[in-house]
């Protein structure tokens, strides 16, 4: 944990703030690479995870940019309304769920919204590296997207194309052209409303891209369709303790009441802070964090969202 103070706060577009997050002795922070996020302790007893997007290098303040959401679930309104400059809190080092595959010989980097956050700092990356890309960037309009100005004057500026719903028609984001004929040194990055990923990723799979190529950051888990599965039990490998899980807790809150703790960050099947091995019986997997191929070999599990198809699970705990 790192004892930081809000240094700077300005909005960046309507209804996007950034915050500037410093030591309060002004020393360095950890460093990080493009697509990293921190969890940021609110002072509403809250955890949230948010992308850097300082220029990569930074170490004298974190940069986040914060959506006020009206679906929030606490999170954004307390850092509109809470964090002002002055604030200290507490804040995670910085970890990196969507790294970019700096070797690649192409980038296609697509951004919706808030999802600029992780985006922006990934372009400024590989414009540092002199590498091939492209950034499209997905806004409801103007006055909505954050960080145009910071594209507009950046050494990339000539690589950034922006799509607003409320635009021409013909500068809509037309995912089919830009993602067909997809070869095997490109890769793809996508972050953004949960909506704007399925359809690029879609896209993606069925104009052919290999899984490996595509990569993704959620910034919240869809609502689920299916109610919770039946009870069953988690054992534990260590000691051999048997717990139920009843229909309405969670495997993570079941072993919590019982003084087992387990780490949790999103508590949504995101962030994969709380992936535990799995060494007998069979997941029923509801995180968006693990590979296809990781959730098939059903050896680990988000015991935070994710249930039982088994009667019973061993668990490595
Ligand atoms: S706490 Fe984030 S995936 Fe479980």
Redo the contacts with the bound molecule.
């Keep these: 944990m790192i004892d930081v103070i809000v240094v700077a706060r300005q909005m960046e577009a309507r209804d996007i703030a950034t915050l500037f997050l410093a030591r309060p002795d002004g020393s360095p922070l950890p460093a990080f690479g493009a697509g990293s996020h921190i969890d940021v302790h609110l002072p509403n007893g809250l955890v949230r995870q948010y992308s850097l997007c300082n220029p990569p290098g930074e170490r004298q303040s974190y940069q986040i940019g914060v959506l006020r959401d009206p679906a929030s679930r606490g999170g954004s309104q307390a850092v509109h309304d809470l964090l002002k400059p002055g604030e200290r809190l507490r804040i995670g080092e910085p970890r990196n769920l969507f790294p970019l595959e700096e070797r690649a010989g192409r980038s296609l980097l697509f951004a919706g919204g808030i999802g600029i956050t992780p985006i922006l700092c990934m372009a400024e990356r590989l414009a540092q590296l002199g590498a091939d890309f492209a950034l499209h960037y997905c806004a409801r309009s103007a006055e909505r997207a954050a960080f145009v100005g910071r594209l507009r004057g950046s050494m990339f500026a000539d690589r950034v194309h922006l799509h607003f719903d409320d635009g021409e028609s013909g500068q809509r984001l037309d995912a089919a052209r830009l993602l067909a004929g997809p070869d095997d040194d490109t890769h793809l990055y996508v972050c953004g409303p949960n909506g704007f990923m399925s359809h690029v990723l879609d896209t993606a799979q069925s104009l052919g891209w290999a899984e490996g190529r595509l990569h993704r950051e959620y910034f919240a888990a869809p609502v689920q369709a299916e109610s919770a599965s039946d009870a069953f039990e988690i054992q534990l490998a260590s000691s051999g303790q048997v717990f139920r899980v009843p229909t309405d807790k969670s495997v993570?809150q079941v072993l919590d009441e019982a003084g087992v703790c387990i780490?949790?960050?999103?508590?949504?099947?995101?962030?994969?802070?709380?992936?535990t091995r799995v060494l007998d019986g069979v997941p029923e997997h509801r995180?968006l964090?693990m590979t296809d191929d990781e959730r098939a070999r059903n050896d680990q599990f988000?015991?935070?969202?994710s249930r039982a198809r088994s009667a019973r699970l061993l668990l490595d705990l």
């Design positions: 993570v780490p949790v960050s999103c508590e949504q099947g995101i962030c994969g802070t709380c992936l995180d964090f988000t015991p935070c969202c």
